[in-house]
């Protein structure tokens, strides 16, 4: 039968129907993997005109879609379906009844029903000062239903606060309390970082009397699009980057002096733009020495720098660099606050604190980004919409707690390995190329990383050291769906010291997410290690 002339016709045969169910699920698995953002909304829309295109029972599946759910909300119920309020219950031992004030009232211990929208909650059981800057947040935000938030207010007292399916908003920050006695030092990666991010708040100390310092890490002169784009030539020389860098200093000093910050107190370092990883995992040595001395010779007591979870490789690594500074070469009275420019990583936007904005200093900020004309050349609109953003940061503390982003779902650390299990989400654009970074110190002081190349099935894998490139040992590695797991040798790292991984899934420049920071053991066998879910929107309260 198999030899059959119309059996060999109907076995070729492909009815357009397998073809819109793939497209399908396609869209719906780039709709579920996560966050809603403007690239995941023009692939679906992308796959969704696909299905349109290959049959039109497209538009009776959205109908019938549309009209069910809201049948379903009107028969079910908005409540019931865990989309209109929630409980909110506030837990403390030992403290009174009066916990704050929730919504402007106060709440008592009990629970409370809330209906959709945001909600604000200002802690009052404890009187704790705020902490330097004067900058402390309250409560972080949820944008997913059916989550329950878990925040831990910044106090002695272990507070709890269990939030289901609602929504949360930010709380604005106390007066700034800068004066004429306090040092800022910001650390930018590029000129525009510091429009883009920070505009608010230096204007904030600049009225304050306090003195103020900007660092540049880079000229940012490997940008090559837009260089391309202004002056309409293809091939570029050294020289070129070299103008290029030139040209955006003197767009940063033009941003600054809106701001009200003077040329003679801004430092460029000129360290290598997009190749401050591949300086980071190499041989850093020279840059954590050129970044100690800038911030030895001006001594702040304040100091913004990126925040490792920031998806620009060249800002997470920056903030790995700080991070290293801070364990050893610097004093605990400089307080370090972190900023996030590229992403959305709820690991950081869930702790943050949010710096309030007059309309002039929003205005003031936007004019500042209006000075890096090489920039808002190709992305006026992106860049713009920093000025309506608010500005937050996070202060930086040693934790005894990971938390998890990207693609690293839960991490565990011994003295002489370490377990890591990873969840790949189903990004077309990042299912290639993956690695796995680890950096730390060895027992000498010195710092060192290594990289192992993540296949598509499970092997042994070596352990490359980056300097090197030297295989110095085998990680057992278990490919799963989207998954993946393996235990890493940690004989080349000391147990004294933080560990910093990373999942390198760039998508054409960005990554996925930053580095993660892992412990060091002793603090490890003071507390257990837990993993904070950057999906379920919480933080540890110890």
């Not at 409980?87 to 030992?94: G, H, N, S």
């Not at 959709?116 to 059981?125: L, M, P, R």
């Not at 709890?160 to 929504?167: A, E, N, V």
Request: charged share 25%; aromatic share 8%; net charge positive.
């Amino acid at each position: 039968m198999g030899l059959s002339t119309d059996h060999v016709f109907c076995s070729v045969e492909f009815p357009t129907d397998n073809l819109w169910a793939l497209l399908w699920l396609l869209c719906m698995l780039v709709l579920l993997n996560g966050a809603l953002t403007i690239r995941r909304t023009l692939i679906a829309d992308f796959l969704m005109g696909l299905c349109f295109g290959v049959s039109m029972k497209t538009l009776l599946l959205v109908m019938s879609i549309l009209i069910g759910g809201s049948v379903t909300l009107i028969f079910v119920g908005r409540e019931r379906l865990g989309i209109g309020s929630g409980l909110v219950q506030i837990i403390a031992p030992d403290v009174g009844t009066v916990m704050g004030v929730l919504d402007g009232e106060q709440y008592e211990r009990k629970e409370r029903v809330l209906s959709a929208g945001i909600h604000t909650f200002v802690q009052t059981s404890t009187d704790t000062a705020s902490e330097s800057f004067g900058r402390r947040p309250s409560i972080a935000t949820s944008d997913r239903s059916s989550l329950i938030a878990r925040l831990a207010a910044e106090s002695d007292c272990a507070v709890l606060l269990s939030l289901l399916l609602t929504k949360v908003s930010f709380l604005t920050l106390t007066a700034s309390t800068f004066d004429i006695r306090s040092r800022l030092m910001l650390i930018a990666p590029h000129p525009d970082d510091e429009a883009l991010a920070c505009s608010v708040i230096l204007q904030q100390a600049v009225r304050a009397g306090a003195a103020i310092r900007i660092v540049y890490v880079t000229d940012g002169d490997n940008n090559p699009w837009p260089q391309r784009a202004l002056e309409r030539r293809w091939s570029l020389s050294p020289l070129d980057r070299k103008r290029w860098g030139k040209l955006r200093r003197a767009e940063a000093l033009a941003a600054l002096h809106v701001l009200g910050i003077r040329p003679a107190n801004v430092q460029f370092l000129a360290l290598p733009d997009q190749g401050l990883t591949d300086l980071l995992l190499g041989d850093c040595d020279r840059a954590l020495t050129r970044i100690t001395r800038a911030i030895d010779d001006w001594s702040p007591t304040d100091i913004l720098a990126p925040s490792p979870l920031d998806i620009h490789p060249d800002h997470n690594a920056i903030a790995v660099m700080m991070r290293l500074i801070f364990a050893d070469l610097l004093a605990p009275r400089i307080s370090q606050w972190n900023y996030l420019v590229h992403g959305r990583s709820p690991a950081f936007f869930d702790r943050a604190a949010q710096v309030p904005s007059s309309e002039l200093e929003t205005a003031t900020k936007r004019e500042a980004i209006r000075c890096h004309q090489t920039q808002i050349k190709l992305s006026s609109r992106r860049f713009l919409r920093y000025a309506a953003r608010p500005e937050r940061f996070l202060r930086v503390e040693r934790e005894s707690a990971v938390r998890r982003d990207g693609a690293v779902y839960s991490v565990s650390r011994a003295r002489d390995n370490l377990d890591v299990d990873l969840r790949f989400s189903a990004d077309p654009f990042r299912l290639q190329r993956n690695k796995f970074f680890i950096l730390g110190r060895d027992s000498l002081g010195r710092t060192r990383a290594c990289q192992i190349r993540l296949p598509s099935r499970s092997a042994d894998l070596e352990v490359l050291d980056c300097a090197t490139n030297r295989s110095i040992g085998i990680a057992r590695y278990r490919r799963r769906p989207f998954a993946g797991e393996f235990t890493l040798p940690l004989h080349l790292f000391s147990p004294l010291h933080d560990l910093f991984i990373k999942v390198d899934r760039r998508s054409w420049f960005f990554d996925e997410a930053g580095w993660i920071e892992i412990p060091s053991v002793p603090r490890l066998t003071k507390v257990a290690l837990s993993m904070i879910s950057a999906e379920e929107h919480s933080l540890a309260v110890r």
